[in-house]
Structure formats: structure tokens, C-alpha cells
């Protein structure tokens, strides 16, 4: 099993609403990331977890949390977002921790703030 | 800290060979090449490592220049199948994370 999966595929939410969007792997992977990608922008890093600790935080809101509850998932938790907040999360896990190994992509959350 | 890529974007024919650069200001651990099509996710291609080798799978290869801390994505003999954007990822000494370049939009025509 080489896929990550994630959900929903496609949310809308209001400005007051509070969702998750939920993230899995089976590969045995120990590193987790959350991308957000703008259209026609590249993926840019928003958290890393590395054996289900969070390491980096790239100065994310915090309207944007993450969890990581066990090794196979990750969850965004989302809050009172804005609507320059619609974009793409992507999620991605990778084998080791402490170097940026070659990263496996679910096919993303496409979020709209209305 | 985001690698520079160019060209922006290139238009082939099926055939044809394309050469895909990125560029950082750091010194660089490793440079990822990653493929992105419409709607989809993106795949990872290849690692290249700090006084690694050349790599390359079929007719996509990759260099990296520690010295300049550039990389080039070579595609020989193109094919309708490479069609998407392109992106390298840069990783930092010392940083564990992959900094995306803004992409390169590769369109193949028959």
C-alpha cells in the first residue's frame, strides 16, 4: 500500500465554522506533512511532524491546527478562517524523519471559505 | 529562501528534449524534482544528493552543481505523457524541510 488518502476531497465552510480535514498512511512512514497550494503556486510547507511530534511550524496561523494522533494519521483542524484561506491542502508523509526524503502526496483537500 | 526555476514554462513537440533549472542562494543538501499534472498531486521524480551522483530513469535525468548550487531536469525525446508542471524542492543543510521553486509549466504537443 503505497497511497496516502485523504478527506474529504472537497470542503466549504463559512467564516465561523469549525472542520478537520484527516490524512493516512499505511507505508509505516514517521514523517508527516501538511502543504498548502494556492492555484498555480507551488505546495509551501506549513507543519512537519516526525514520530508524531510536531517540528515545525512554518508560522501558520493559528486558526490551523494539527494532530497527530498515532503514526498513520494526521488532522488539520480549521477555525474561523478567512477566505484567503481557500486553497489546496495537500498532505504527505515521507519515511525518516531529519532529512526531507522523497515525499508521497494524497491527492489533496480542495477548501473554500466562503 | 525559495529556489528560482526556469524557464517559466516551455512548449514542445512530442520529440523534442527540454532542460528544466533551479537555483538557490543557500548551500544546499539535496534538490528534489517533483511532477505535477491538473489536478493532481505531486509525484516525486528524484532526490539528488550533496556529492551524489547523476540520476536518472528513463529519459528524465538530473544534475546537481554543489559548487554553484544550481540542478537542471533533463527530458530527452519528450513525450505526451511529461506534460505537467515541474518543481524542484530544495533542501538547506541543516533544515529538514523541501522549500518548493514557483514551477515550471511543461506542455507537450503531438
Known amino acids: 500500500d503505497t497511497e496516502v488518502t485523504q478527506t474529504p476531497k472537497h470542503l466549504v465552510m463559512g467564516m465561523t465554522n469549525k472542520k478537520s480535514l484527516k490524512c493516512e498512511q499505511h507505508?509505516?512512514?514517521?514523517?508527516m506533512y501538511w502543504y498548502k497550494q494556492k492555484a498555480k503556486k507551488p505546495p509551501e510547507l506549513m507543519f512537519v511532524?516526525?514520530?508524531?511530534?510536531?517540528?515545525i511550524n512554518e508560522s501558520v496561523p493559528s486558526r490551523f491546527s494539527p494532530e497527530c494522533p498515532n503514526s498513520s494519521l494526521l488532522n488539520l483542524h480549521l477555525h474561523a478562517l478567512q477566505p484567503e484561506d481557500s486553497a489546496l491542502y495537500l498532505c504527505?508523509?515521507?519515511?525518516?524523519?531529519?532529512?526531507?526524503?522523497?515525499?508521497?502526496f494524497g491527492e489533496g483537500s480542495r477548501l473554500t471559505v466562503l | 529562501q525559495q529556489p528560482v526555476q526556469s524557464p517559466q514554462a516551455v512548449i514542445l513537440r512530442e520529440g523534442e528534449d527540454a532542460v528544466i533549472n533551479c537555483s538557490s542562494s543557500?548551500?544546499?543538501?539535496?534538490v528534489h524534482w517533483y511532477r505535477q499534472k491538473h489536478g493532481e498531486a505531486p509525484v516525486f521524480l528524484m532526490i539528488?544528493?550533496?556529492?551524489?551522483e547523476q540520476k536518472g530513469h528513463d529519459k528524465i535525468s538530473a544534475s546537481f552543481n554543489e559548487k554553484k548550487q544550481q540542478s537542471s531536469l533533463y527530458l530527452t525525446a519528450s513525450q505526451l505523457s511529461y506534460s505537467g508542471t515541474y518543481f524542484c524542492?530544495?533542501?538547506?543543510?541543516?533544515?529538514?524541510?523541501?522549500?518548493f521553486g514557483q514551477g515550471t509549466r511543461l506542455t507537450i504537443n503531438p
Open positions: 504527505a508523509s515521507s519515511q525518516s524523519p531529519g532529512r526531507a526524503g522523497e515525499l508521497f
Open positions: 507505508m509505516g512512514h514517521r514523517a
Open positions: 511532524y516526525s514520530y508524531e511530534k510536531l517540528s
Open positions: 543557500k548551500a544546499l543538501y539535496s
Open positions: 539528488l544528493l550533496k556529492g551524489g
Open positions: 524542492g530544495t533542501e538547506i543543510s541543516g533544515a529538514q524541510k523541501l522549500v
